[in-house]
């Protein structure tokens, strides 16, 4: 079964307005989580760390102020897209995983549409 | 950070057995190689993962050489739900524990 959820699976919203995505891990707990964005038919591409209790570690041109991360808990981890625009349209991901001997495991995504 | 390369796309046939095979050149003494699933609009699926030599489970083998600079994703007997993407991010083991994906096989099994 999963272990790890995200909610919403798919939201469309209108420019201008913020969108939160959140990312739960299932019966585990996880210091380190990880935000992907994906557009259609190209590879994962990382945007941020989301550390517990810290501030996330965002990638080489992601926006922090754009894309705010919160990692209040050790189970969730949220990723909030704020004044969307119609190319921050995507399909974001995220992974978490058990411990360092186990597998990266991925939510199912949220496909964003800004319209 | 060490890039993979891949075969763009692969066509098989029902109970075929499918090699995948991906190339890592500049993979680090603390990487690991990952073998990953995706369907469209879906997460990506852990497959299996490994350091040197062969690993096996329930659904793929993994063979890698003794200089690791490549591997390749044994798939035995592959159905039409076996269609989908497949990527072998390579897999920081350090405190990042980062994965850096690359663009994929898209395999096509066809009846």
């Known amino acids: 079964g999963a272990v790890v959820s995200q909610h919403p699976s798919w939201v469309i919203c209108k420019s201008g307005t913020s969108v939160k995505i959140e990312c739960r891990s299932l019966d585990f707990q996880a210091t380190t989580m990880f935000w992907y964005r994906q557009f259609p038919k190209q590879s994962l591409m990382l945007m941020a760390t989301s550390n517990e209790g810290s501030k996330a570690t965002y990638e080489q041109g992601v926006e922090k102020d754009k894309f705010l991360i919160n990692h209040a808990s050790l189970t969730l981890s949220t990723l909030t897209v704020t004044s969307a625009h119609p190319e921050d349209s995507s399909f974001y991901i995220c992974s978490a995983n058990r411990d360092s001997d186990s597998p990266l495991h991925f939510g199912n995504g949220t496909r964003l549409t800004v319209t | 950070l060490a890039k993979t390369t891949q075969p763009i796309s692969m066509d098989s046939y029902e109970g075929q057995e499918v090699n995948i095979t991906c190339s890592h050149n500049?993979?680090?003494?603390?990487?690991?190689i990952t073998w990953y699933q995706q369907f469209p609009s879906q997460g990506p699926r852990f497959i299996i993962q490994g350091y040197k030599t062969k690993v096996t489970n329930e659904v793929a083998s993994l063979f890698i050489p003794a200089d690791r600079k490549s591997s390749t994703l044994s798939l035995p007997r592959v159905s039409l739900s076996d269609t989908a993407v497949y990527y072998c991010?390579?897999?920081?083991?350090?405190?990042?524990?980062?994965?850096?994906w690359g663009l994929g096989t898209s395999l096509a099994v066809n009846p």
């Open positions: 500049n993979i680090a003494t603390n990487d690991y």
């Open positions: 991010p390579l897999l920081n083991a350090g405190n990042n524990r980062k994965l850096i």
